[in-house]
């Protein structure tokens, strides 16, 4: 699949189908992809709902469960798809991001007769028990089918190359707690690994915007692990994330040590880019940047 002004094109470089909604504002540069579920009971509803004025909602993308797609927004254009969110020091993230729509009736409720979607008269036969990232109960949830995942796979690789976008996120991430989306049935890190294949060999660097406080876990309650705060344009490498705090391996001497690592509030980073990251020589020579 290929994009072309801003419209996602076939193998044989026709258009796919375009459903035009209303629910959408001005232009945009988008810099991450956001998958959601429909939480629908077809994709075809679900485009319903997203076109029409009174659902004050939208995506750029509806891909059903056999596969199909139809965009519903230009990708150059805001989509109104993820509501209140943020990631990191991004606030309102329509405004940086392009969202699809997986048909999927998302968490089941069980019934006496098993787990079951409420537009369903028999039980889920496709479902996986498992408790949501931000949840201690286990519920069912509807499975996302391969030739769904294989096509989304497709349409991904095309928006990271068009766009150079630099991540890819589920709702629940941007919206934690207020959003469950695309839940644990959605194979968030092997999809992300197949796509941002260069997460692997790039390393992800931060720089610090303020001094700086590294703490031994993520959160206030932990304490510090270096006597002061790290400096301001302090480098890092990133390792993982946890809410708004990031676990990070200090690349610059602090203190005389080398080898320093720790949680950091994201609110007081920023995420470095490819440019950047060359330009300081962060990182041995024999890692591709």
């Not at 286990?138 to 990271?160: C, H, M, N, S």
């Not at 092997?190 to 993520?218: C, D, H, W």
């Amino acid at each position: 699949m290929k994009i072309e002004k801003h419209f996602l094109l076939n193998d044989d470089d026709e258009q796919i189908p375009y459903k035009e909604s209303p629910n959408h504002s001005g232009s945009i540069k988008p810099k991450f992809l956001i998958i959601h579920y429909t939480a629908g009971s077809n994709a075809e509803s679900s485009i319903e709902w997203l076109t029409s004025k009174k659902g004050q909602a939208s995506a750029h993308l509806v891909i059903g469960k056999d596969g199909s797609i139809t965009q519903l927004v230009p990708f150059n254009y805001m989509a109104w798809h993820a509501g209140p969110s943020s990631w990191e020091f991004y606030k309102g993230m329509n405004n940086y991001s392009i969202g699809i729509e997986l048909d999927n009736a998302g968490m089941l409720k069980l019934y006496k007769d098993g787990w079951r979607t409420r537009f369903q008269k028999k039980p889920e036969k496709d479902y996986i028990l498992a408790k949501h990232k931000f949840g201690d109960t286990e519920y069912g949830w509807q499975i996302f089918p391969e030739k769904q995942l294989d096509v989304l796979t497709e349409v991904a690789i095309a928006l990271v190359n068009e766009y150079q976008l630099i991540d890819i996120l589920g709702h629940e991430d941007i919206s934690p707690r207020r959003k469950w989306d695309p839940g644990p049935a959605f194979p968030m890190h092997n999809f992300r690994s197949q796509v941002m294949g260069r997460k692997e060999i790039f390393p992800v660097a931060y720089t610090t915007t303020s001094t700086l406080n590294i703490r031994s876990g993520p959160g206030t309650q932990h304490g510090t692990i270096t006597k002061k705060p790290l400096k301001q344009d302090c480098n890092m490498e990133y390792l993982q994330k946890e809410g708004s705090w990031i676990k990070v391996h200090v690349l610059d001497e602090v203190d005389g040590d080398m080898d320093v690592e720790g949680w950091v509030h994201s609110n007081y980073c920023k995420q470095l880019l490819p440019s950047e990251i060359k330009a300081k020589n962060l990182f041995d020579k024999d890692k591709k940047i």
